[in-house]
């Protein structure tokens, strides 16, 4: 009787799973359909003992699916022996059980040890794609990817959705062009300046919009242009355009119809202000025509971008030709884009004689400074640190960071100046100088993009910059997206272009001038 009972169960469960599977997990050619399946590859990627383990070419085996599509639970029960013995209710439950398995090894995920940092081999990189299985692959690597390990993923809420529509453009990605748009729409889709692509060498912006180049700096106040200052580039004073010019257009097309047609990937309005002005100043061609407006008449002025080559590296404008360290009416002043330790610590050693000290944040550091200005200040690294959680691939954990250096004897006002190019570690050094009692902060709303970055290479030639550390304050206010804390707001006017005035500077002097009058 107990054989006749367990044949019977066997047959219903049997039944059960075929019904179950043709009606909601059977052959599905559909995006929506492959969609499930990229998400179900990626669970087992990294959740699946033998799968992690790197037993199987689970590219390949991606590929081999994707040829010929036939049920997803018969197909991951191959590697999955749990859903051999019991039939998920729908979708949702598989990948309940499959994401239940914490493998011992991760033969595509890096920990450093002590940090919890990961990092992804380059043993997973496959060669530029030629065929629909071999770019839909990429496309779900890069995918599973941020779901799993990008730790502002919450920040994202379109992510789920948008995977039908990313299967779609690879199904149209018929040309290398076309793939690494696709590649770069996925990128901005995260509304994150720190998430780029980078090929050939370079980042992809340098090859979609050229990198010869109109030689400004050029920056947006309200919804215009404006000529700010010039690149540090040969002769580029001599390009014809003048500092405080509005430019209006650039061969014949209006400002706002060239910004809507950029394609960024930004963390706020700052962000994409910055990153709007630079690209559109970059040209394939010899010559663009720049129209502008100087003293209440129009100018077109042709220039020969061929002369100015913009460097494969990061934003010029973030290192300016600056004095590292300057005094200006006894307040010692340092600027980070040129700054280096040497400097900084000799400088230091002398600063008790300054009313103050400004601290230019609006650029990016070239050395290692932290610890000297922590040190001499005598405050704690304060910060929260999200990281991925290598013991459960797909959650994350907090780490609070409160590492008190020695106390200082310092005690006179500091003052921060930052603006919309600080970001990344320059918005660290804001967030870890603010934690000093007497830190005043000036400027404009910074990138608001913070954490350890990686490359993370889809193929030899083509890799995606992404965080994957998140850094908030100790209290727990996000920079990404808001960009560090400004105690005052000050913008540029479009005469100070002109005139070569630095309005936020001049605050901070004045500033530490009524501070010590107090």
């Known amino acids: ?295 209440s008449e129009r100018y077109d002025i042709s220039v020969d971008i061929s002369r100015y080559v913009y460097p494969p590296g990061p934003s010029l404008r973030a290192f300016l030709d600056k004095e590292p360290w300057k005094e200006v009416d006894n307040v010692g002043c340092f600027y980070i884009g040129t700054l280096t330790r040497e400097i900084l610590e000799e400088k230091l050693s002398e600063a008790n004689k300054y009313d103050g000290l400004v601290f230019d944040l609006r650029s990016y550091p070239v050395d290692d400074i932290f610890d000297p200005i922590m040190d001499f200040l005598g405050v704690s690294d304060r910060y929260v640190v999200t990281i991925s959680d290598h013991r459960n691939v797909g959650s994350f954990k907090k780490i609070e960071y409160d590492f008190r250096y020695r106390p200082g004897g310092y005690s006179k006002p500091v003052v921060v100046l930052v603006d919309r190019t600080t970001q990344s570690a320059a918005e660290t050094l804001a967030m870890l100088l603010q934690s000093y009692p007497h830190c005043f902060t000036v400027g404009i709303q910074t990138a608001g993009v913070d954490g350890g970055c990686i490359d993370v290479w889809l193929h030899d030639d083509l890799s995606v910059m992404m965080p994957i550390q998140g850094i908030c304050y100790i209290d727990g206010t996000a920079v990404q997206k808001n960009g560090v804390k400004v105690d005052c707001i000050i913008s540029d006017e479009p005469e100070d272009y002109a005139e070569g005035v630095d309005r936020t500077f001049s605050i901070a002097i004045k500033y530490i001038k009524e501070c010590k009058g107090r």
């Open 1 to 295: 009787i107990k054989n006749i009972f367990m044949k019977i169960r066997i047959v219903i469960s049997l039944l059960f799973l075929t019904i179950w599977s043709g009606k909601v997990l059977a052959q599905d050619i559909t995006n929506d359909g492959i969609a499930l399946f990229c998400k179900l590859w990626g669970a087992m990627k990294y959740h699946t003992p033998k799968v992690a383990d790197g037993i199987y070419d689970w590219n390949e085996e991606f590929c081999r699916y994707v040829s010929e599509p036939y049920d997803l639970c018969e197909w991951a029960s191959k590697f999955e022996p749990r859903l051999r013995r019991k039939a998920p209710a729908d979708f949702n439950e598989l990948l309940e059980v499959v994401k239940s398995r914490t493998p011992r090894r991760q033969s595509y995920v890096n920990y450093e040890k002590g940090y919890g940092v990961c990092g992804f081999p380059k043993t997973d990189v496959t060669p530029f794609p030629e065929t629909f299985e071999e770019r839909l692959c990429s496309m779900a690597r890069l995918w599973n990817l941020v779901e799993y390990f990008y730790p502002y993923r919450g920040y994202v809420p379109a992510w789920d959705s948008n995977l039908p529509e990313y299967v779609a453009m690879m199904r149209e990605a018929d040309t290398p062009d076309k793939y690494l748009e696709a590649i770069n729409r996925m990128c901005s889709d995260l509304n994150d300046t720190h998430v780029f692509m980078n090929y050939g060498g370079k980042r992809y912006q340098y090859v979609r919009y050229g990198n010869f180049c109109i030689p400004v700096i050029a920056d947006f106040i309200g919804d215009r242009l404006y000529v700010k200052d010039y690149l540090p580039l040969p002769e580029a004073s001599g390009c014809g355009l003048m500092k405080g010019d509005e430019i209006i257009g650039i061969d014949s097309v209006p400002v706002g119809t060239l910004v809507d047609e950029l394609v960024l990937g930004v963390s706020n309005k700052s962000s994409h202000e910055r990153l709007a002005a630079d690209f559109l100043m970059l040209g394939k061609d010899s010559t663009r025509t720049v129209s502008v407006i100087r003293d």
